[in-house]
């Protein structure tokens, strides 16, 4: 029999929840779209509703053999264990579907086999795809409580709420860190602040641009050197100068201006220094910034904090101190949420919804979230998962990784919302890195083609 609940929703999770770095150009205050229908009843899938033993599909986006491949699959083991040893009520079986770790595959796959009910019942996705989903996925107010949602962080949930809809519940959360081998970094004088003291005085550090590039060429010699990459910084580039890449309903390209020359002419200017090295097409072909770093030929590198297990094992059999930093700032300190979002399709019975809702719940239960989160770094979703011991003495034994990744979220900003986000997102970090291979460019060349193409790929997705 399904509950009933009156839903309504704080006004705090249409913005990130946590404290931001300040306005940026392109926000706009009160979209529609964040609103969730107050004074409605909302009929929830129960764990009776499975009264007959059934498998579903987890469709994740990584491979089997990655590190968040393998923790995913041990939390769907443990779910399927503990269906196995049910004396009542139908027994679920999860069966995992890998991906390739690429987002644009996984949503033209999924999009492909919707119309045809050959797609999983369960999948995550990443969290600039979740507006696709919106006419394809359950309302997740039919899987939780209200109360069950208020403990989603709120800041969290910012990709989750589209038109109206809880399309997504927050799963699998990262941001971007600089990766630092502090005792390398520190080796010539370089100096590297405490990330409490960048949360604590962001207007006075001077972890900023200018300091960074500096202290990256003075680490550069015949072995080593300063900054690694493979990507840029897209979005904090422009949110480190108080400014964005689009508007925050992605109706419009912000970046065709004096921030985004200022933006890239310091990131090419990196790369032509010598201060940075970063994998294009031409350039550093064969780089493997990982490899790098555990071997101490690299000061810093930019990853995602779903590597941060990893990391600190490299480090410390490496055997030098590690700590993670936000990029620096030019006017402002910026984190991305990126990672991923789970959502249930609604194109199945109401026997294989009510399993995927079951799997679901569990999936973000206190004990999977921070199992996940000590496996990999992925940031703890809920209040609850953040209470248990094991998250409190992960960040107390790793102060300058686990929690100051998880500090640095005070930095975070709303982020942009739309059906067009993953595809312009793509376009955008492909044809930039036309600063670095085609040098005899001007910047404000590519800045106005690729505004051409990106507004015209937002313009007709309206």
């Not at 990196?270 to 064969?286: C, F, P, Q, R, Y």
């Not at 999977?368 to 609850?384: E, H, M």
């Not at 059906?419 to 036309?434: L, N, P, R, Y």
Request: proline residues 3%; hydrophobic residues 35%.
């Amino acid at each position: 029999m399904k509950k009933k609940l009156c839903l309504c929703l704080l006004a705090t999770c249409a913005a990130f929840g946590l404290a931001s770095c300040g306005e940026t150009e392109g926000s706009s205050e009160g979209l529609d779209d964040n609103n969730i229908y107050v004074n409605k009843d909302w009929s929830i899938y129960q764990n009776s509703d499975v009264t007959e033993d059934v498998t579903i599909t987890f469709s994740t986006l990584h491979a089997a053999t990655a590190k968040q491949g393998i923790a995913v699959k041990s939390l769907v083991d443990k779910f399927n264990e503990a269906q196995k040893a049910k004396t009542s009520g139908g027994k679920i079986t999860v069966e995992v579907e890998y991906g390739d770790g690429n987002t644009v595959n996984q949503n033209t796959k999924l999009w492909a086999a919707y119309p045809a009910k050959s797609n999983p019942e369960v999948a995550y996705v990443g969290v600039s795809s979740v507006a696709m989903y919106e006419e394809m996925a359950v309302d997740l107010r039919n899987v939780f409580t209200y109360d069950q949602i208020r403990d989603f962080d709120e800041g969290l949930l910012q990709y989750s709420l589209y038109k109206g809809k809880l399309v997504s519940v927050p799963f699998a959360p990262s941001s971007n860190v600089l990766v630092v081998n502090k005792t390398l970094w520190e080796s010539k004088g370089a100096t590297l602040p405490t990330v409490e003291s960048i949360v604590n005085d962001p207007d006075s550090s001077t972890w900023n641009w200018e300091n960074f590039k500096a202290n990256c060429l003075a680490l550069k010699d015949d072995d080593h050197y300063g900054f690694g990459t493979n990507a840029m910084d897209e979005y904090g580039m422009m949110v480190q100068q108080g400014g964005s890449l689009y508007n925050l309903d992605m109706t419009e390209a912000t970046f065709n201006n004096e921030k985004g020359v200022n933006a890239l002419t310091y990131w090419r200017d990196l790369h032509t220094s010598g201060a940075m090295k970063i994998k294009t097409t031409v350039h550093n072909t064969d780089l493997n910034i990982v490899n790098d770093f555990k071997a101490g030929k690299v000061a810093a590198i930019w990853q995602s904090t779903s590597s941060l297990a990893s990391n600190i094992k490299n480090a410390s059999e490496a055997g030098f101190e590690m700590a993670v930093m936000p990029f620096p700032k030019q006017t402002n300190f910026f984190a991305n949420q990126g990672g991923n979002s789970m959502i249930v399709f609604n194109n199945k019975s109401k026997l294989k919804t009510a399993a995927a809702s079951e799997f679901v719940r569990y999936m973000n239960s206190a004990e999977a979230v921070s199992s996940l989160a000590i496996q990999t770094g992925y940031f703890p979703t809920t209040k609850a998962a953040k209470e248990t011991e094991v998250i409190k003495n992960l960040y107390s034994s790793n102060p300058t990784t686990f929690k100051a990744s998880s500090q640095l979220l005070k930095f975070g900003t709303r982020a942009p919302q739309g059906v067009a986000k993953a595809a312009v997102d793509s376009k955008f970090s492909k044809e930039v890195k036309q600063i670095f291979d085609n040098p005899e460019k001007s910047i404000q060349t590519i800045l106005d083609e690729l505004y051409n193409e990106i507004q015209y790929t937002l313009d007709i997705s309206k």
